[in-house]
C-alpha cells in the first residue's frame, strides 16, 4: 500500500502526519519549530519513521503547508504545496464531511473558514495581534505560574471567570495585572483569558461572519477546554473538537498529495543531509524582490520569492 507524507510548518509549531491510500494516519506527531524549520522537520520526520519501525512503507507524495511550506517543499522535493486554508478545510472535511464552520487558533495566529456543500466560500486570517493566539496564553500562564496544560481544566472550575480587555495584548496583560493585585482567585482569571481568546476571536477575526452549525475548532488552542466552553457559550451551539484537530493542516496537506497524479517516492536519508538557506535581492526590476536560494549539501537546487520570471536565479546568481 502507497503511504504519504504530509508536513504543517508553522512559526511556532511543526506538525507532520503519514497516511495509507485511505487516508487513515499511520504515524504522527507535533514538535516545536524553535526558530529553525528545516532542522524542525529533519527531527519531525525521524520521530515519524521510529513509529513505524519494523514496518516496510514507501512514501509516494509529500505535501507542504503553513508559513515554511515554500522552504520545506524545496527541501523535501513535495509533490504539493499548498495554503492553510486549502489544508485546513481538506483535512476537516475528510473527518467530518457536513462541517460548516472551521475556527482554527494557533501559536501566532489564527484563522476562519465557513463551508457550504463541502466547498470553501469565506474565510479570514489575523497575524496582526496576539491577544487571541496560543503563544498569549502561554505568555499568561507563565505570568501565573502554571503549566499551559493546566489551563483548561483550572478554568472549567472557575465560578466566577474576571472579565478581561480582549481586544489587544497590551489591554489584555494591564488588565490580567489589575485582576491579580485586587485579589481574584487564579481559577476566575484564568477563566476570564479564555474567555477573552473567544471574544477577540469573534470581534477580529470572524467579524462580519455567519458562523453555523456543525461548527469544529482546531489548532493547538483547542485543546484547552476552557476556551471551548467559551466558544459554546458565546455561540450558542455545540463547539466540535476532534483528536487530530491540532494535525488538521498536515493531514489536509497528506490527502491532497495523495490525489496528485505526479508520485515521487521519497528519500528518507534526507534526515541526516545538511541543507541551508542564502537571501538574495534581485536587481532586474524595480519590485528588488528577496529571493531565498535553497542549498543542499552546499550545491543550489531552487529558490523561491521572485515576483516575476526575471527572479529566476541561476546556479552562477546562486552563489
Keep these: 500500500m502507497k503511504h504519504y507524507l504530509g508536513i504543517d510548518i508553522g512559526s511556532i509549531s511543526t506538525k507532520g502526519v503519514i497516511i495509507d491510500e485511505n487516508a487513515k494516519v499511520v504515524a504522527d506527531t507535533y514538535i516545536w519549530t524553535d526558530g529553525n524549520p528545516i532542522k524542525a522537520v529533519q527531527t519531525l520526520i ?69 463551508l457550504k456543500n463541502k466547498i470553501v466560500t469565506d474565510y479570514a486570517m489575523n497575524t496582526l495581534c496576539a491577544a487571541g493566539t496560543g503563544a498569549f496564553l502561554t505568555s499568561q500562564a507563565k ?29 489584555a496583560e494591564s488588565d490580567l495585572v489589575h485582576k491579580i493585585q485586587t485579589g481574584y482567585k487564579k481559577e476566575d482569571i484564568v477563566a476570564g483569558l479564555c474567555n477573552a481568546v473567544a471574544d477577540n476571536y469573534l470581534n477580529n477575526v470572524a467579524k462580519g461572519k455567519k458562523i453555523e452549525a456543525k461548527v469544529v475548532f482546531q489548532g493547538g488552542v483547542s485543546k484547552n477546554e476552557g476556551v471551548v466552553k467559551a466558544f459554546e457559550k458565546a455561540l450558542g451551539t455545540e463547539v466540535i473538537v476532534d483528536p487530530h484537530g491540532h494535525l488538521m493542516g498536515a493531514i489536509g496537506i497528506a490527502i491532497l498529495a495523495s490525489k496528485n497524479k505526479e508520485e515521487r517516492l521519497f528519500d528518507v536519508n534526507m534526515i541526516n543531509v545538511t541543507f541551508e538557506t542564502k537571501a538574495v535581492e534581485c536587481q532586474k526590476c524595480p519590485n528588488y524582490c528577496e529571493i531565498i536560494a535553497v542549498y543542499k549539501e552546499s550545491i543550489f537546487i531552487d529558490s523561491f520569492g521572485n515576483r516575476c520570471d526575471a527572479g529566476n536565479l541561476s546556479k552562477s546568481e546562486s552563489n
Design 143 to 171: 505570568r501565573l505560574d502554571l503549566n499551559i496544560e493546566d489551563f483548561g481544566k483550572i478554568a472549567v472550575s472557575s465560578k466566577n471567570p474576571a472579565k478581561l480587555a480582549a481586544r489587544c495584548t497590551v489591554f
Design 46 to 114: 525521524k520521530n515519524l519513521l521510529d513509529q513505524l519501525k519494523g514496518k516496510k512503507i514507501e512514501i509516494y507524495g509529500v505535501g507542504t503547508t503553513g508559513s515554511a511550506r515554500k522552504l520545506i517543499g524545496i527541501m523535501l522535493g513535495a509533490t504539493t504545496v499548498k495554503n492553510e486554508i486549502t489544508a485546513h478545510a481538506v483535512g476537516t472535511l475528510n473527518a467530518h464531511p457536513d462541517v460548516r464552520t472551521i475556527l482554527e487558533i494557533g501559536g501566532q495566529d489564527s484563522k476562519i473558514i465557513l
